[in-house]
């Protein structure tokens, strides 16, 4: 018997393998990621380059810092300026500016407060205009310069040393940034507003879509379990027959139900109501031949030993089979929740636009998506919102689709 050993070759196949992999989990995780960031930023910070993952926020620090009273103030930078380093606070920003130009060097500004300087008497002609020129301080040099103009700026203070204030110009300075992300965005979208649609916003669709859901996922395991039960155990005539009709159903595209079932839903008076969303969608094809399946995979013994105990087929199904079929019933509840909690045409098409109160979070989202499409920020919460719940589902009830689906106890 050869015993294969490992090789490079094998290593580096392995190797590309994993890195194959981690390429392909990143691209499919990246827009997740976006859009969870996105839904913790401030809308002035979606578009700003370069992008960021990191939702961010203006620095501040408290006024006493700086020996102010009052609310925080704001933090700059000047990255393009080497004689000032670290972050400084702004705590004036209507001081009076002016713009002084060397005349060796016209290219250069020197801004100082608007009082600044000491005119000499003497003129310069800039432009075809005669200027007056200034003696001003530049860096502890006295230098002849001219004002160019008068502007508005701010008096900055050293965040590092308190002491120290310059004036300068605001546009020159960058606001410095921090994490911080904006969960105000969540109970913005939870609450928002509209005349329209009565004041009635995510946080009621978010209701109704919980209240279909689960009545939809409660529907179908128990139709389900009776149903798989009846096919799979109980002999009447004719079982094969009707199973095969019954499981025929599965194959008729929705598309095709949509009118005779709108028509339907009309005669009993069920438009705009979430009993249409429920009713419907309580029986499911699929679910049935899933429960089937995996009672027929059930050894029969263990059935005719609680026969033999005087169990009732009631008490079989309750108290035997179900706690049996416990990955089955995960299995279809998972999908029943997944296809209830994002159903969007058929809402569509049986609530009515202007009836808020019934409508459902797939419905109120896309409604939200042009009514705020400025508002990026509350469309991706809602969006969050939306995804959140299906996917705690999934990883709750994923160790059921790895289990035995005909395990039994027996030895």
Do not use: C, H
């Amino acid at each position: 018997m050869s015993v294969r050993r490992k090789g490079p070759k094998a290593t580096a196949i392995r190797i590309i393998t994993y890195v194959l992999l981690v390429v392909v989990a990143v691209v499919v995780v990246f827009p997740f990621a976006v859009a969870v960031t996105t839904s913790f930023k401030r809308n002035t910070d979606i578009f700003t380059y370069p992008p960021s993952l990191i939702p961010k926020k203006d620095s501040t620090i408290p006024a006493a810092d700086v020996g102010l009273d009052g609310d925080p103030v704001p933090v700059f930078t000047f990255p393009a300026r080497d004689d000032r380093p670290g972050r400084w606070a702004l705590v004036d920003a209507d001081a009076s500016l002016a713009e002084f130009r060397p005349l060796d060097d016209l290219e250069r500004v020197i801004v100082l407060d608007v009082k600044a300087g000491e005119k000499t008497g003497a003129t310069v002609t800039i432009d075809g205009e005669e200027e007056d020129v200034f003696l001003v301080d530049d860096g502890g040099t006295q230098v002849e310069a001219y004002r160019s103009r008068l502007t508005s700026g701010g008096l900055f203070v050293s965040v590092d040393d308190p002491s120290t204030s310059v004036l300068d110009l605001v546009n020159f300075a960058t606001p410095a940034r921090e994490f911080g992300p904006r969960f105000a965005n969540f109970t913005e979208v939870l609450a928002e507003k509209d005349p329209e649609t009565n004041g009635k916003g995510v946080g009621r669709s978010l209701t109704n879509t919980v209240l279909v859901t689960i009545l939809v996922v409660l529907g179908q395991i128990i139709t389900s379990i009776l149903g798989g039960y009846a096919f799979a155990r109980v002999q009447f005539k004719g079982r094969s027959t009707i199973f095969l009709v019954y499981l025929g159903s599965v194959m008729i595209p929705f598309v095709v139900l949509i009118i005779p079932l709108f028509q339907l839903m009309l005669q009993v008076n069920w438009r705009d109501n979430l009993v249409a969303l429920i009713i419907p969608f309580a029986f499911t094809a699929y679910g049935t031949f899933l429960m089937r399946q995996f009672f027929l995979g059930i050894p029969a013994e263990i059935e005719e030993a609680a026969l033999l105990d005087g169990a009732s087929r009631s008490t079989i199904l309750w108290k035997v089979m179900v706690p049996l079929a416990r990955p089955a019933i995960a299995t279809l509840a998972t999908f029943g929740f997944l296809y209830a909690w994002n159903s969007f045409f058929w809402p569509l098409v049986i609530i009515n636009s202007g009836n808020p109160d019934n409508a459902v979070l797939s419905l109120t989202l896309s409604t939200l998506g042009g009514r705020s499409s400025t508002d990026t920020n509350l469309v991706f919460a809602g969006t969050v919102l939306a995804m959140t719940p299906p996917i705690l589902v999934f990883l709750f009830a994923q160790r059921y689709f790895v289990e035995n689906s005909a395990s039994s106890g027996l030895k």
